[in-house]
């Protein structure tokens, strides 16, 4: 795609075809400006390598908030519209409408209460609602599900290999094998859900991160076709970069060829007054060369270098990799513990598609506004899971004694949780499956949805990526550990209150019963 | 990220660190206009859903030279790279290599060979060939492997799904799930693959589609809200688009109250003079309930309606569904192949996300520039697969007798093979296995590769989207059927001549000799 054509593509009609045709017959109707609310909410958890998660971490709020800001009906956009045909040949859009559309085709208008970027979340619970006139509402349903979806998605992954690896620095490494341009929006939604630093240039730069990395296999290879081998290219590299020096030691052979010449290099180094930074490890038995390397490094006297490994990581590879170190390492004399505590991991692939799966957000209308107020709006599922939770709700996380996070709740606008004397709490879809929690069993109850965005303005400062991944890692310490599992984790607790639960029956009961 | 933003984002920028410290080393040393020759090309193909594919499609190639054209190192870029320091504190990257890159740093020295984007192409095949000053090659990595990787993943999604759905229409609706502003390639790659429209609005227009949708359940909540039910949603929908009525009839119940309402609409609208689209079923059990639709509308007198199935749709989900249809269309008195030709398919998450993988596309130096002309450069791993095929190459595909691809040959560039009275052809890895073809086993041999880019001076016209589209499909019409399946295809052949063969020996030789 050429630069001048982003604007078109990825502007205002960055949008799915039916927002445009249905804004259009709202405003035929005069219903175009009727306030509405939409729930983004998620139904499962992502299902990561066939193993779902049990948590997601929240992200993509602000690059959502600046294309809102941005988005609008400009000339291209209003004549591409007018020469759309029907399938009769009659013009698609009429001219009033796209009068409306230039002058009203943005979102100054809509409102935005949302959790914190960085936050933990929880499937079926509203995690940002939009309120606003239904046809500008109902055009941002795509592109907000696209923004929070895919970086939610990555952050979430982030955060899962950034707690296998026992919090060692995580390199987002995905460029290459990222999806287009969604690139960016993986390294941001990594860096948001705990990776350290990215490889990737121009984005690292624009969100405050220096990027990383090594060199590749083409420098050696070149060496050697120069004949100056692979201690020739590590020696070069050691001289262009004397305080960054972190050699990839896998072209010719790893442990004959590649941690010796290291080792050569490391030592030269030294004696110039340089501290060699590491080795990474690309290719082949990552635990068995790690230890090796190790010992090898140790003699040596470079116990203090890093080891990188990467190649095809992702959560499970790295568990796997810890727990051979564990077994194997004191066989061959180096302490597990310490190569461990020297490890970082540079991850790609698996990072930036996911590994295996996507984030099922979507976008719900649960209400609109009458003449007697907000009316809550249903759909009700041929599943009983599937059908939506209505009306005009506030979202509270309820912690225990232990200030662990041990329920979302769902509640009625009305209702006020924080000084009920108990929470009579609903399962959304079994009819039997309620409990009661008193007072004394709760040490805090914190609304979980901030006010973000109030007829277009901006409320919040926005935040940096440290403090999102600050909040991440304060809502993970405050997780139960079982949740937290990579493999076969608790389902945490989403309930209702009652209020909202009864409101629901009698929905579902007048709709199936009317229509 | 803002609009402004975009330009640092992804313009030069848009590749990994490693990349410009190797510049600016070979810069250092003098080497950086020393010419090398890089092959794109992927090692195993994707393997969507626990099945892997048997072919791939190639995209990606036109808006990779379209963000050729435009990178280049501007103000912006070269005082970010300035303001770099190294663990040390000092400047990373030195004022003459600044000086350089802002006047060379750009693809104006870059050649390409490519295969025509659209056709189908195999794993370990150079696919696409660069060859130009090794430090822009080297920069080029990443942003490559971007463009190539993602839209090659999905091109080949495309083709699977639509050959699944019987070549019947597919629509592409995956915006609300696409990885970010990745999206627009996602959308690219399916219709080269195959898909015939999208429902993305931006994209649509700037590839020359019309973008294609329905309505949403919104529309349908919302009239139902104000009293006036699905029926009244229908109505308001069929009077605004008359010639594009196409309702989605699961809001309520599908067979209850969906389909007899659309009927009803359909009936309406016969009276007024058009002619209805049909509905879109999108929750539930598809094939039960495209059969029982089928009927109702047969018995309605509307034979011709289209039936749109999505939700979680993917080339298994579709395959199933057609299955179910032809064991039990005819027990409910509908004839399964006429209902099958009235279907469409709306594709959204599991084409734009592929389903479940990625594409392992490597960008590998092959040969470099030196005194006596181009010296083959290899990389000796760990495992003999993924040993590189050295030097510079030709590609060819051979057509048997029943002008049917049969295997992809690599040649060393000074060989022509369409003159010679037989092929010698080695299994790239395996030392045992080779075979000759005779010439009258042969009809044709065909030249894969061809020149794209010459010194940044683009060689060919652009082609459409359709084009490329009809490309896919010759190439799959000569493709055996058994290399197309969807479950455990046939292995494709791709062999190296002998001269080729005996060159790799050599090196691997001298290097595991020397190093």
Same mark, same amino acid.
């Given at each position: 795609?050429?630069?001048?054509?982003?604007?078109?593509?990825?502007?205002?009609?960055?949008?799915?075809?039916?927002?445009?045709?249905?804004?259009?017959?709202?405003?035929?109707?005069?219903?175009?400006?009727?306030?509405?609310?939409?729930?983004?909410?998620?139904?499962?958890?992502?299902?990561?390598?066939?193993?779902?998660?049990?948590?997601?971490?929240?992200?993509?709020?602000?690059?959502?908030?600046?294309? &809102?800001?941005?988005?609008?009906?400009?000339?291209?956009?209003?004549?591409?519209?007018? *020469?759309?045909?029907?399938?009769?040949?009659?013009?698609?859009?009429?001219?009033?409408?796209?009068?409306?559309?230039?002058?009203?085709?943005?979102?100054?208008?809509?409102?935005?209460?949302?959790?914190?970027?960085?936050?933990?979340?929880?499937?079926?619970?509203?995690?940002?609602?939009?309120?606003?006139?239904?046809? &500008?509402?109902?055009?941002?349903?795509?592109?907000?599900? !696209?923004?929070?979806?895919?970086?939610?998605?990555?952050?979430?992954? /982030?955060?899962?290999?950034?707690?296998?690896?026992?919090?060692?620095?995580?390199?987002?490494?995905?460029?290459?094998?990222?999806? #287009?341009?969604? /690139?960016?929006?993986?390294?941001?939604?990594?860096?948001?859900?705990?990776?350290?630093?990215?490889?990737?240039?121009?984005?690292?730069?624009?969100?405050?991160?220096?990027?990383? *990395?090594?060199?590749?296999?083409?420098?050696?290879?070149?060496?050697?076709?120069?004949?100056? #081998?692979?201690?020739?290219?590590?020696?070069?590299?050691?001289?262009?970069?004397?305080?960054?020096?972190?050699?990839?030691?896998?072209?010719?052979?790893?442990?004959?060829?590649?941690?010796?010449?290291?080792?050569?290099?490391?030592?030269?180094?030294?004696?110039?007054?340089?501290?060699?930074?590491?080795?990474?490890?690309?290719?082949?038995?990552?635990?068995?060369?790690?230890?090796? +390397?190790?010992? &090898?490094?140790?003699?040596?006297?470079?116990?203090?270098?890093?080891?990188?490994?990467?190649?095809?990581?992702?959560?499970?590879?790295?568990?796997?990799?810890?727990?051979?170190?564990?077994?194997?390492?004191?066989?061959? #004399?180096?302490?597990?513990? +310490?190569?461990? !505590?020297?490890?970082?991991?540079?991850?790609?692939?698996?990072?930036?598609?996911? #590994?295996?799966?996507?984030?099922?957000?979507?976008?719900?209308? +649960? +209400?609109?506004?009458?003449?007697?107020?907000?009316?809550?709006?249903?759909?009700?599922?041929?599943?009983?899971?599937?059908?939506?939770?209505?009306? !005009?709700?506030?979202?509270?996380?309820?912690?225990?004694?232990?200030?662990?996070?041990?329920?979302?709740?769902?509640?009625?606008?009305?209702?006020?949780?924080?000084?009920?004397?108990?929470?009579?709490?609903?399962?959304?879809?079994?009819?039997?499956?309620?409990?009661?929690?008193?007072?004394?069993?709760?040490?805090?109850?914190?609304?979980?949805?901030?006010?973000?965005?109030?007829?277009?303005?901006?409320?919040?400062?926005?935040?940096?990526?440290?403090? &999102?991944?600050?909040?991440?890692?304060?809502?993970?310490?405050?997780?139960?550990? *079982?949740?937290?599992?990579?493999?076969?984790?608790?389902?945490?607790?989403?309930?209702?209150?009652?209020?909202?639960?009864?409101?629901?029956?009698?929905?579902?009961?007048?709709?199936?019963?009317?229509?």
């Amino acid at each position: 795609m050429k630069p001048s054509d982003r604007q078109v593509a990825e502007g205002l009609l960055f949008t799915d075809h039916y927002h445009l045709t249905s804004a259009q017959l709202y405003f035929r109707l005069g219903l175009h400006e009727r306030p509405v609310q939409f729930d983004f909410f998620f139904r499962r958890y992502p299902n990561y390598g066939d193993h779902q998660a049990g948590f997601c971490v929240f992200a993509g709020v602000e690059w959502l908030l600046d294309w &809102m800001e941005d988005a609008h009906a400009g000339d291209r956009e209003i004549e591409y519209l007018r *020469g759309q045909t029907t399938s009769a040949g009659d013009r698609l859009f009429d001219d009033d409408f796209l009068e409306w559309l230039r002058s009203d085709g943005n979102f100054s208008s809509i409102s935005i209460e949302a959790v914190l970027e960085g936050r933990v979340v929880h499937a079926n619970v509203p995690i940002l609602v939009v309120r606003g006139p239904v046809a &500008m509402a109902q055009i941002l349903e795509s592109p907000l599900l !696209n923004h929070l979806n895919y970086q939610t998605l990555i952050a979430t992954k /982030a955060a899962r290999i950034r707690g296998a690896g026992h919090d060692r620095p995580l390199l987002e490494f995905g460029l290459r094998r990222a999806p #287009g341009r969604g /690139a960016s929006a993986a390294t941001r939604a990594a860096l948001i859900g705990g990776a350290d630093f990215s490889s990737s240039e121009g984005i690292s730069h624009l969100l405050g991160y220096p990027p990383k *990395g090594t060199h590749g296999h083409s420098l050696v290879q070149l060496f050697i076709a120069m004949g100056e #081998g692979e201690l020739g290219a590590f020696r070069a590299f050691a001289e262009a970069y004397p305080d960054d020096c972190l050699l990839l030691v896998d072209t010719v052979d790893t442990l004959e060829s590649g941690v010796p010449n290291a080792i050569r290099v490391f030592e030269e180094l030294k004696r110039k007054g340089h501290r060699a930074l590491g080795i990474r490890l690309d290719s082949g038995d990552l635990a068995y060369l790690a230890i090796q +390397a190790a010992a &090898m490094l140790d003699e040596a006297g470079f116990p203090d270098t890093v080891i990188t490994l990467s190649s095809s990581l992702d959560e499970l590879a790295i568990w796997q990799i810890l727990t051979q170190i564990e077994e194997e390492a004191p066989r061959y #004399g180096v302490d597990p513990h +310490a190569l461990i !505590n020297r490890l970082v991991y540079g991850v790609g692939t698996r990072l930036v598609t996911s #590994g295996s799966d996507n984030l099922d957000g979507v976008y719900k209308s +649960a +209400a609109v506004e009458g003449e007697d107020g907000w009316q809550p709006l249903l759909k009700v599922s041929e599943s009983p899971a599937k059908t939506l939770n209505p009306g !005009n709700k506030r979202i509270w996380r309820v912690y225990d004694r232990r200030e662990t996070a041990t329920v979302d709740v769902l509640a009625a606008a009305s209702e006020n949780i924080e000084s009920a004397p108990e929470l009579e709490l609903h399962h959304p879809v079994r009819e039997d499956a309620s409990r009661t929690l008193t007072r004394d069993e709760i040490s805090s109850v914190e609304p979980l949805l901030v006010d973000t965005l109030k007829e277009g303005r901006r409320l919040l400062e926005p935040a940096t990526i440290r403090e &999102m991944q600050e909040r991440g890692r304060a809502d993970l310490a405050r997780l139960d550990p *079982g949740v937290r599992r990579l493999v076969n984790p608790h389902v945490y607790h989403v309930s209702l209150t009652r209020e909202l639960w009864e409101l629901k029956q009698r929905l579902v009961g007048e709709m199936t019963s009317g229509g």
